[in-house]
């Protein structure tokens, strides 16, 4: 089983600061996914990526696969309470295989 | 309603007591999914079903037990529940599209405490 990190585990910001979480790994993955959970509720899929060195961005949400495919990061600009919720990644190793989720990010962002 | 239903949505039993959880999808999708979250542990696999006549285990899955009784049900049974089973269930389902990377829905979890 590969280890997989997310960091930092908690985060407590002011509403219009910016912030950065990131997905490390020591294994390669053929693809990344990042879903956003909040209270009460199932994970909901914010984005996937596949090409190392892919940026996506989402709104005020920017994904970054690493080169090579070890990690990820998750910057968000101009944070909002809406943003509040736990942040996890989701990396697959090959096609076909099932996804294996770290730990999260629990994200609050106070108005 | 939620493409994802799960039943019930909270549940306190006691250790030794059989607990069943039920899901239903109305996504049309194959693929359906028990992972059981714990805090600060993410999700873990416990078992999966790619159509109705398969059945995998998945990380985790000793003490517990599937069904696939139609393509859009997939129930979750412990027999003999344990305190450490305590946890926050969540069904999810995709679609074998082709695709390489498929998109997990998710129901919006079963709250399970075993005293």
């Known amino acids: 089983t590969q280890l997989l990190e997310q960091s930092p585990q908690f985060l407590s910001i002011q509403e219009g600061e910016n912030l950065t979480v990131y997905c490390n790994s020591s294994?390669?993955?053929?693809?990344l996914q990042w879903y956003r959970q909040e209270p009460g509720e199932g994970p909901v899929l914010l984005v996937t990526v596949v090409t190392g060195g892919e940026v996506k961005k989402l709104k005020r949400l920017t994904f970054q696969f690493g080169d090579a495919r070890k990690d990820s990061s998750l910057h968000i600009t101009a944070a909002q309470p809406g943003d509040t919720g736990l942040y996890l990644c989701a990396p697959q190793k090959g096609y076909g295989q099932n996804f294996v989720f770290g730990p999260g990010t629990r994200l609050s962002v106070l108005p | 309603d939620a493409d994802v239903t799960q039943t019930p949505r909270n549940r306190i039993t006691k250790t030794g007591k059989r607990i069943m959880l039920e899901c239903s999808q109305t996504k049309g999708h194959d693929r359906m999914y028990w992972y059981r979250q714990d805090p600060g542990l993410g999700l873990q696999l416990i078992y999966y079903?790619?159509?109705?006549?398969?059945?995998n285990k998945g990380e985790i899955s000793d003490g517990y037990s599937v069904s696939r009784q139609a393509q859009a049900k997939f129930s979750l049974s412990l027999e003999s529940a344990i305190p450490n089973q305590t946890a926050l269930y969540f069904c999810?389902?995709?679609?074998?599209?082709?695709?390489?990377?498929?998109?997990?829905?998710f129901g919006e979890g079963s709250r399970l405490t075993v005293l």
């Open positions: 999810a389902t995709s679609e074998s599209s082709g695709r390489a990377v498929e998109e997990l829905f």
């Open positions: 294994s390669v993955f053929s693809s």
């Open positions: 079903s790619f159509d109705v006549k398969d059945i």
